[in-house]
């Protein structure tokens, strides 16, 4: 047995060993060295060359151990070393290549285990007529700048071997232990306070998470599968790199990592960007000779707020940068304790990125299929790569944001003046491809009235049912001579083009009479929605400024005296014949207003959306082709003051189908058979039996749509068309839309919206309205046929929301729906949400959506909605559920599905989820969880030995009074440090590998506790260790 | 930081809407020479956009 000495770790060595503590299995810090001895050189005085290194530096002749809840390094005495040689000169060339590849492989794969010394493989190999050495060691005791003096002194070495002569190597004044004591007394009270209060100021209000569009949601752990795309500069892009570097007082890194800072601004939307950099951390001339550890990473935070130029980032990220390297020598780990303490496994602490230039290094020669950063990038003067996590991005995105991240940076050094708004993001073909070629929606389509649409088709069927409403039917000859006969009185009255006529008439024959009389007399009509409060209503009529108010008998008391109170014999002797453009006050055109709808911003009063007639026909026309079941019946249920049921009164009445009037939950709708189409919001679909299900097109609109709503509903009618429709009430009903054709599976998580209607194009754009490329998300605009006119008498509020259109023909608007949407690659668009709705909770983007699909995903969740409340100041997730559900597993087994972020705080179980009138959630009418609904903090006090012993630790570490079998190491104020004291301390007490990942993923109690029985109860099955260790490995996912 | 300067604009269907001053202006709009902040421009819009049909439509209604 060699003798060994102890000494505290240093501080990196303690944060490499517990970042691979959260997968001992990966080879992620694995650092691969190889080098050529000179051919004078065989195998022992390669071996002797090698030896003379290790000698020279404890480094590497150091491992790592807990010892006393303390990590400390173990520095073995020298013993000459033991290094395999073979010889492969022999070998057939294909054979050779083969062999010395897979060395080289196996030794840069295979895990190196922090506590057994030595921290390195080496072999020799002979592929031609001189030994190489394959060296690979453990980044906890190696890093770039170890590589070099290795590399030096190796060929040092060798040369005093080949020559006999001495070694040209200084004496090392210390050894990397000397530094670590050194590096504990420095970084420690006050000194280290003052670090650290800088370091939380610099990151105070940065985003905890990269705003980066994923492909895949965050796994509710991370590990550190990841891939390499490599790529080559283009030639001269260094150069002008160093250019701009030289003229602007910066560093190239400094150019470098402005231009890796503006396109993570581009791409997440966020305006501030954390990037990981990393110090060398030898700042003392001792060290500079030293093999060891040193790296420390700071987080560098860069403003791209206030529309910057390149050059004003390049001042900034320079400030910054030159600031955070005065302070490059506090221990990352200290600062992720001051900065986010609660540990969340699905995402790395602070930053997520990073950019490493690394001009004169090569990149490592075998990719391990590892990373550490979601996204690093690795820019060298010759091959750079782009490192990514696997887990959240495919191979394709990462290629694509090379291919951004070159050509951002090549225009920003060209000119450093432009905004970093205006850089390209995409490449020509990319442009075109989402401007056009998913924007070819061109339909030759004469413009036309809805009034001429529907006399068409009542000319053309005249006998067949037009309307069942109450157990009564009406022709298409019937429903048109009643509706002639009104219009001439409404236009006695002075109704006429650009006029107005509100109808205050509950669900009947007599409504859909009333706007059909409207359209033919050429005015719009403004539907009132009786149901609605007195105030609202009166605050309608009058922004309307109606010309005219119909109202039934049973509705005259909501509107003011002089209402036009329709009975059976209103207009009854009037004509019946179709008006012509003589008998109205002015001819009738497309371009006139067909109907003003009212919505609710989230601020401000109702405004009305004023929309003409050519862009209801357009959105017709298109929907008749895309809708067969319009020429069946149509079951119409929800309030004409909603546009989405323009779609089933309108759609059938040009089509000659029948529109079946009807409440959804009434006896009614249920009379005649099954409906050919039906449209609904998703809110609406749990009450979707058999007898409501339409046979041919359920239309889906109104709200997000996830694929786990749909589901239930899909696999009972598989028959069936689902159409998902996207449609701001501006741009008329529906303005993008997506087919599940009839035996398509609904498809998991967000259901597309797809694409756009007819002469119509949906454009995704960022701030300075470029547009976005696919993947990211952008605001949704929408211009073409479909456009509303504008906002009824609200010049201002209409010139904000309806923009010149730059990407159209001269003088086009194009509306800012407030939406943001996403390009998928097979040019289908996904909706993502409203831009004001962007919810963040612990700093961290939520999208509901994602946890609703969870929770809808688990056995008896019949409906699921989450919100974000905050009550008590702290926003938190609540969930809301409808079905039989054991409550109390869903958060434990939710943490195992989701990210920690989101996994609601509380449950709220409901009969049913509140819905607004016209179907969709209610949000505002979900009640608040009762106060003790978030038990969690009520004493529970340990109920197994183990619950026990787990409880014990805590205390005692966390110098915690009384620990519950309900609390959270890292709510009591637990931190990495101390957790690696406390699993140190269980492992002594109950002897059972518990991986340190095992606290990050259950730091509650009682769960920490049911994983220590479950692995004791394993080794009592009488499986042998290595039985007991596989089984931990799986359990684990990692292999070994 | 100077605060955005935009641009009130119309079109030949003497519709209006607000521009960034920094930014080129789409073909078929036309600066009408009110220029400031964005709420600026929309309360001068709500003063001079009196008539919101388009010019098409009130020129056939007239």
Request: proline share 7%; hydrophobic share 45%.
């Amino acid at each position: 047995m060699s003798r060994e000495w102890t000494f505290p770790a240093s501080f990196a060595q303690e944060r490499v060993w517990m970042a691979n503590q959260l997968d001992p299995g990966s080879p992620v810090y694995n650092v691969s060295n190889p080098w050529p001895f000179p051919r004078e050189l065989d195998a022992d005085a390669a071996r002797g060359v090698l030896d003379r290194v290790v000698a020279r530096h404890e480094a590497l002749r150091t491992h790592l151990r807990m010892d006393d809840g303390a990590l400390v390094q173990v520095v073995r005495e020298h013993e000459p070393v033991r290094v395999e040689a073979e010889d492969l000169s022999g070998l057939p060339e294909a054979e050779r290549t083969a062999r010395y590849r897979a060395i080289r492989e196996e030794l840069a794969r295979t895990p190196i285990p922090l506590d057994a010394a030595p921290l390195w493989r080496a072999r020799l190999v002979k592929v031609t007529d001189a030994w190489t050495l394959q060296f690979v060691v453990h980044h906890a005791v190696f890093d770039a700048h170890s590589a070099v003096l290795f590399t030096r002194e190796l060929a040092a070495f060798a040369a005093a071997a080949v020559t006999g002569g001495p070694a040209d190597v200084a004496e090392l004044p210390i050894q990397y232990a000397d530094f670590a004591a050194w590096q504990r007394e420095q970084l420690a009270g006050p000194e280290l306070d003052r670090q650290l209060a800088f370091w939380t100021d610099h990151l105070a209000g940065a985003p905890a998470v990269t705003g980066l569009p994923l492909d895949r949601p965050r796994p509710a752990r991370l590990g550190f599968a990841g891939d390499e795309v490599r790529f080559d500069l283009p030639d001269g892009l260094l150069d002008a790199v160093g250019r701009l570097a030289t003229a602007s007082a910066a560093t190239p890194y400094m150019v470098l990592l402005a231009g890796f800072a503006a396109l993570l601004s581009r791409v997440s939307g966020d305006d501030t960007v954390v990037v990981g950099v990393s110090t060398a951390g030898r700042d003392t001339p001792e060290v500079s000779p030293l093999i060891g550890m040193f790296v420390n990473p700071v987080a560098l935070r860069c403003d791209l707020a206030g529309d910057p130029t390149v050059a004003e980032l390049l001042d900034r990220v320079r400030d910054g940068l030159i600031d955070a390297m005065e302070h490059g020598q506090t221990p990352f780990q200290k600062i992720v304790e001051a900065v986010a303490p609660r540990r969340d496994p699905s995402v790395q602490p602070i930053f997520q990125t990073a950019l490493n230039f690394i001009p004169d290094s090569g990149l490592d020669p075998v990719p391990l299929g590892t990373t550490k950063d979601d996204l690093a990038f690795d820019i060298t003067t010759g091959e750079s790569r782009l490192v990514y996590r696997t887990d959240l991005f495919d191979r394709a995105t990462a290629e694509a944001i090379v291919a951004r991240y070159v050509r951002l940076l090549a225009a920003a050094v060209a000119e450093p003046a432009r905004r970093v708004a205006e850089l390209p993001l995409l490449d020509d073909a990319e442009r075109r491809q989402v401007l056009d070629t998913w924007n070819a929606t061109a339909h030759d389509r004469p413009a036309s009235t809805i009034v001429a649409e529907v006399q068409r088709q009542a000319a053309a069927t005249p006998g067949a049912v037009a309307l069942v409403c109450d157990g009564a039917e009406l022709t298409y000859a019937e429903l048109n001579a009643a509706a002639n006969r009104l219009a001439r009185l409404l236009v006695a009255r002075g109704a006429g083009p650009e006029t107005r006529v509100a109808l205050a008439l509950p669900r009947s024959t007599e409504l859909l009479v009333a706007i059909l009389a409207v359209l033919k007399s050429g005015a719009a009509y403004v539907p009132v929605d009786t149901g609605y409060p007195a105030a609202r209503i009166a605050y309608l009529l009058e922004d309307a400024e109606p010309a005219l108010v119909l109202a039934a008998a049973d509705t005259a008391n909501l509107v003011p005296g002089d209402a036009l109170v329709l009975d059976p014999l209103t207009a009854a002797d009037l004509d019946a014949s179709d008006l012509t453009d003589a008998d109205r006050v002015a001819p009738l055109r497309p371009e006139h207003p067909a109907y003003v709808l009212y919505t609710s911003g989230s601020t401000g009063r109702p405004k009305g959306v004023v929309v003409e007639h050519r862009s209801v026909t357009a959105y017709l026309a298109w929907a008749r082709h895309t809708y067969p079941g319009l020429a069946g019946t149509a079951l119409l249920h929800s309030p004409v003051s909603f546009d989405l049921t323009v779609t089933g009164l309108l759609g059938p009445l040009t089509a000659g189908g029948t529109v079946r009037l009807a409440a959804i939950d009434s006896p009614a709708a249920r009379t005649g058979g099954r409906p050919d189409f039906l449209k609904v919001t998703p809110s609406h679909l749990p009450l979707l039996d058999d007898v409501l299900s339409p046979t041919t097109d359920l239309v889906i609109g109104g709200e997000a749509l996830t694929g786990e709503q749909l589901a239930g509903w899909r696999a009972a009618h598989p028959e069936v068309a689902v159409i998902n429709e996207y449609g701001p009430t501006e741009a008329t009903v529906g303005c993008v839309a997506a087919r599940i054709a009839p035996g398509q599976d609904a498809p998991a998580g967000a259901v597309p919206i797809g694409t756009p209607t007819w002469n119509t194009r949906a454009l995704l754009l960022d701030a300075a309205l470029n547009p976005v490329p696919p993947g990211v998300a952008g605001e949704l605009y929408v211009a073409g046929d479909q456009l509303a006119r504008g906002y009824l008498r609200r010049p201002g509020l209409t010139a904000e929301r309806f923009l010149p259109c730059p990407y159209g023909p001269a003088g086009q608007r194009m509306y800012r729906t407030g939406d943001l949407a996403r390009w998928r690659a097979d040019g289908t668009m996904e909706y993502l949400g409203r831009r004001d709705d962007q919810v963040k909770v612990r700093g961290m983007r939520i999208e509901l959506g994602e946890i609703e699909s969870a929770l809808l995903a688990r056995p008896g969740v019949r409906e699921a909605a989450v919100v974000v409340r905050a009550e008590d100041g702290e926003p938190t997730l609540v969930g809301y559920l409808v079905g039989d559900v054991d409550q109390a597993a869903l958060a434990t087994d939710l943490a195992r599905e989701l990210p920690a972020h989101l996994v609601p705080a509380a449950f709220v179980a409901l009969d049913a989820l509140p819905l607004t009138p016209n179907g969709k959630l209610d949000r505002a009418a979900l009640p608040a969880p009762a106060a003790p609904a978030v038990a969690e903090d009520a004493y529970v006090a340990p109920r197994t030995d183990a619950e026990t012993l787990v409880a014990e630790v805590y205390a005692d570490i966390l110098g915690v009074e009384k620990v519950g079998a309900r609390d959270d190491f890292f709510a009591l104020g637990g931190n990495s440090l101390r957790g690696m004291r406390a699993m140190a301390r269980i492992r002594a007490e109950v002897d059972v590998d518990l991986p340190m990942r095992a606290l990050f993923a259950s730091p509650v109690v009682a769960d920490l506790a049911a994983q220590i029985e479950s692995l004791i109860a394993a080794e009592l099955d009488g499986l042998s260790d290595t039985e007991v260790a596989a089984l931990l490995a799986t359990e684990e996912g990692r292999t070994t | 930081m100077a605060e955005s300067r935009f641009l009130v604009v119309r079109n030949d269907e003497e519709q209006y809407s607000i521009w960034s001053a920094d930014r080129e202006l789409p073909a078929g709009w036309h600066d009408t020479g009110f220029a400031g902040s964005r709420e600026e421009c929309l309360a001068h819009i709500d003063t001079v956009w009196t008539d919101m049909r388009p010019r098409s439509v009130r020129e056939a209604l007239s």
